[in-house]
């Protein structure tokens, strides 16, 4: 057995090895529309600019701080290690920041949480050089891996360095774990390989666990330990106080979700009578029309995109980031900004998530009930399973089999104020009651680190 695992780490790592020029022709393409791909590309495969040695042994002494490593891919779990990093440094304090992503919104957001001694960079390309470089020349005291971002030779690498490497918020839906039983000399591992792992629910950790992972505890989602910021919130709650009509929001939509919300939203329109549209407090007999809908991409290169297809269907579609003055009176509202979802969910009456239409495993939908927006969610949250079972079992949220019966959902939701202003409620008691898996992440962290060995990567 010892023998097939070597010989698969040697295929898959002369694989990664042979793609890393299609690897450079796509941040190249990449970055013609998002600059961030961009930015510092040496640095995937572990060469790093001669500046950053000044940063690593600063002369004020800072150098003898723990450098604890957190990797977080993308925009949500950059948000999800946000929350931790704030925990860690209560719980270490003087200790050092390196903070890995790989992708430009992921990293553009974790900038926000550098300090004086801190490091950001790209995670290395998974090659056998590019991660010893890595490690050679940060020489982090521990790695923490965030949610489900497990690389082979990351794995080998660090353990061979005696690098103690963690998968903290840790998450693995069924689809992923028949994918890594498909290569299980590759897989096993990989997950063996890690230090400690810190499951979300007992459902990832048993699944964490049929890989081998060493899962030491399940300690909830860090993502109910975010705190929506206030004054966005406060905004979007005025800004919706202002508007005559109930506001529905498709939240973090991925996409064909914006066309299937069109084809429903014409068809609605197409069973109205002629003329003008009754009033939207007329028992919900306005349907799509007496409602305000705002829709918000999950990703920022599909801003355009999506308001070509809503203004090609004849519609008419406001930008928030053209807003002069709120409320503006149009079909659509397009939330094409970053950063701002407690200002949407405040804006919102009830929310339609986003990634649950498609089979995509759906978005976030705690950072909804944090901000007290009660949600429907589609057929598909393999992502958020335990959470969506959870926030329905709680009044928070309600599911639905499609686009088409979410819109109608949605269109009785709004005209039901006693049941619309429960579930908001609901929404906020579901959110506040699962909260405690950052400090205790933080511990756990804090706890291993005090034991991990003196170690040279010479």
Known sequence: MAATQRLALWLYSALMWAVQPLLRRKLRRRAQAEPGYGVAVEERFGRYAPALDSVLLPSTGMGAAPLVWVHAVSLGETRAAAILVRALR????????????????????????????????????????????????????IGILMETEIWPNLVAGCRRHGVPLVLANARLNPASLRKALRLPWLARPAYGGLTAVWAQTEADAGRLRALGAPVRAV?????????????????????????????????????????LWLEEYQKNLARMPAGPAPAATDSGAAGVRGVQWLIVPRHPQRFDEVARLLRDAGLSVSRRSTWAQPVPDCDVWLGDTLGEMPLYYGLADVALLGGSFAPLGGQNLIEAAACGCPLLLGPHTFNFADAADKACAAGAAWRVDGMAQGVQAALALVHDTAQQQAACEAAAAFASAHRGAARATAVAVHRLLARAPARSLE
Do not use: Y
């Open 219 to 259: 300690l909830g989602n860090l993502k109910f330990d975010a705190r929506p910021d206030a004054d966005l919130l406060a905004q979007g709650r005025a800004w919706r106080a202002a508007t005559p009509r109930p506001v529905v929001l498709l939240a973090s939509t991925r996409a064909g979700e914006e066309a």
């Open 90 to 141: 209560r719980q270490i304090p003087g200790m050092r920041l390196l903070l890995t992503h790989g992708t430009a919104t992921g990293r553009a957001e974790g900038a926000q949480l550098l300090q004086p001694g801190d490091v950001q960079v790209w995670l290395p390309w998974d090659t056998p050089g590019a991660v010893q470089r890595f490690l050679r020349r940060l020489r982090p005291a």
